[in-house]
């Protein structure tokens, strides 16, 4: 009777029952694809293929650091016929273009780069960051490399560059600091600017870069799902 009620349970969400059907149709996929099929951050993905996984519908892969989710093979006949059931449902995903945002502040050095790279690395697939200064230094604050390097969220990519470099258009441009919302109150290729203000961190200890990427944890990433209607 458990088995029963936890199967039954795991298909009362209209997501799952997507989550079902594009596998039935695409076969074993990567985690990374399924978010970005349905547009979601990997925290919520993870609970609603666990869920499944537990109701006996779904097996999992590792390959390193992937995981891999497929339909379980053989099922009994209860699941057999509600995966048929499922097939013959109109469940559309809609493709999704991933949302651009840009941060600015006045050098590109140090707050606008750490929330660029905060943001790729929780949304990748869903939200690609950009971030830029409208007078760049010449690198990035050691200290802020430093912390991302630590976090294992640096790339090659991020360096400061002039905001009149960046062509592409944006959902959603939030300056970092007063001075760049004074220069920049409005970002022009962008559909929507914000101002989120966090202190400069570039002339003290490497404590107040720790403290200033926790800030932008708890509010920026928030602001930007909220604004860019990531679930």
Same mark, same amino acid.
């Given at each position: ?22 596998? #039935?149709?695409?076969? &074993?996929?990567? *985690? !990374? &694809? ?7 951050? #990997? ?37 057999? @016929? ?38 790729? @690395? #929780? ?12 007078? /760049?230094?010449?690198?990035?604050? /050691? ?6 390097? #630590? ?10 560059? /002039?905001?009149?470099?960046? !062509? ?8 970092? !600091?007063?001075? @760049?919302?004074?220069? !920049?109150? *409005? ?20 404590? &107040? ?23």
């Amino acid at each position: 009777m458990q088995d029963f009620l936890q199967t039954i349970s795991s298909l009362n969400d209209e997501t799952r029952i997507k989550i079902l059907k594009y596998l #039935q149709t695409n076969g &074993e996929c990567c *985690v !990374c &694809e399924l978010q970005e099929a349905f547009c979601m951050i #990997q925290s919520r993905l993870s609970r609603h293929l666990k869920i499944l996984k537990d109701g006996g519908f779904l097996k999992v892969r590792k390959d390193g650091k992937w995981s891999y989710y497929s339909l379980r093979s053989p099922l009994d006949e209860f699941r057999t @016929a509600t995966l048929k059931e499922i097939s013959y449902l109109e469940c559309e995903i809609l493709p999704h273009s991933i949302k651009k945002v840009l941060f600015v502040c006045t050098h590109n050095s140090c707050r606008s780069i750490m929330a660029e790279a905060l943001i790729n @690395a #929780q949304f990748s697939g869903i939200i690609k960051a950009y971030s830029a200064g409208s007078n /760049p230094s010449n690198e990035i604050n /050691p200290n802020a490399k430093k912390l991302l390097i #630590q976090k294992g969220i640096f790339t090659n990519k991020l360096y400061p560059k /002039p905001l009149n470099s960046l !062509c592409e258009s944006f959902d959603l441009a939030i300056t970092l !600091c007063d001075d @760049a919302k004074k220069s !920049c109150p *409005v970002v022009k290729n962008a559909a929507k600017t914000l101002h989120l203000a966090f202190d400069d961190p570039s002339d003290k200890e490497f404590s &107040e870069f720790e403290k200033t990427l926790n800030l932008m944890q708890e509010k920026l990433v928030k602001v930007v799902k909220d604004e860019l209607n990531v679930v």
